[in-house]
């Protein structure tokens, strides 16, 4: 059973790009939450995407953006990168449909770094 | 707004001893779960416990288990007979109940447990 897959494992951009990060959510899953960690803290909530839709937000500028897709895949996408955009970005599925207490399973995480 | 305080940036503890981690958390609402994970170096967050505010039994999960004081708004973890693959960074985390905590979670900064052999 795959768990939740992210890709690219690291990724350098230049400040002023964009760029794209993908999730595929662990089987059975239809939720994708969105996390950015920066070195020695702790995961800080960007969104959460459901049925195609943005459900939830954290603090985050409208920079970030995401999608998700019909397979409930999702992308997240940081525009105008700044130098601290620099984190690991950490994407976590969970079962809307399923039980009522369901877990969030995350995946290993995209390293960023903008220089 | 919601807060998650972890007041020790790095414990240590010989293997086969016992440790506690500390959390305070600060919220208004009356239905919430806590959580702590597990980060190790391989950057994977994984669930090693949670718990439920309205209910007064505190959880377990084999060697760990949680000290829930709703009044104190504390939440530490005790991990027992320490392994070497214990060794990780540890995150208090809180979420409203909602969908059983798969709503945006809050998370302290963690605590950096070193598993001394």
């Known amino acids: 059973d795959a768990g939740v897959t992210q890709s690219p494992t690291h990724l350098i951009k230049t400040r002023g790009q964009q760029v794209t990060l993908r999730c595929s959510p662990k089987s059975g899953h239809d939720t994708v939450s969105w996390y950015q960690q920066a070195l020695g803290q702790g995961p800080q909530f960007i969104f959460q995407y459901y049925e195609e839709e943005e459900r939830q937000r954290g603090n985050f500028p409208d920079r970030f953006s995401g999608h998700q897709y019909p397979n409930y895949s999702s992308e997240l996408n940081v525009n105008a990168l700044l130098l601290g955009d620099s984190a690991l970005y950490l994407c976590?599925?969970?079962?809307?449909?399923?039980?009522?207490?369901?877990?969030?399973?995350f995946g290993n995480g995209t390293r960023l770094t903008v220089t | 707004a919601q807060t998650v305080t972890q007041s020790q940036p790095e414990m240590s503890v010989q293997e086969a001893e016992t440790v506690t981690l500390s959390c305070t958390y600060d919220?208004?609402?009356?239905?919430?779960?806590l959580f702590w994970y597990k980060q190790p170096p391989s950057r994977q967050m994984i669930l090693v416990i949670r718990?439920?505010?309205?209910?007064?039994q505190n959880a377990t999960e084999n060697r760990f288990s949680v000290n829930f004081q709703k009044a104190a708004k504390s939440f530490s973890l005790k991990i027992s007979d320490s392994q070497l693959g214990d060794a990780a960074m540890y995150f208090c985390?809180?979420?409203?109940?909602?969908?059983?905590?798969?709503?945006?979670?809050?998370f302290g900064k963690g605590t950096h447990l070193i598993i001394q052999p």
């Open positions: 919220t208004s609402e009356s239905d919430y779960y």
């Open positions: 985390a809180y979420s409203v109940g909602r969908s059983g905590g798969a709503d945006g979670l809050t």
């Open positions: 718990q439920e505010a309205y209910k007064q």
């Open positions: 976590a599925s969970s079962s809307d449909r399923g039980a009522y207490n369901s877990p969030l399973h």
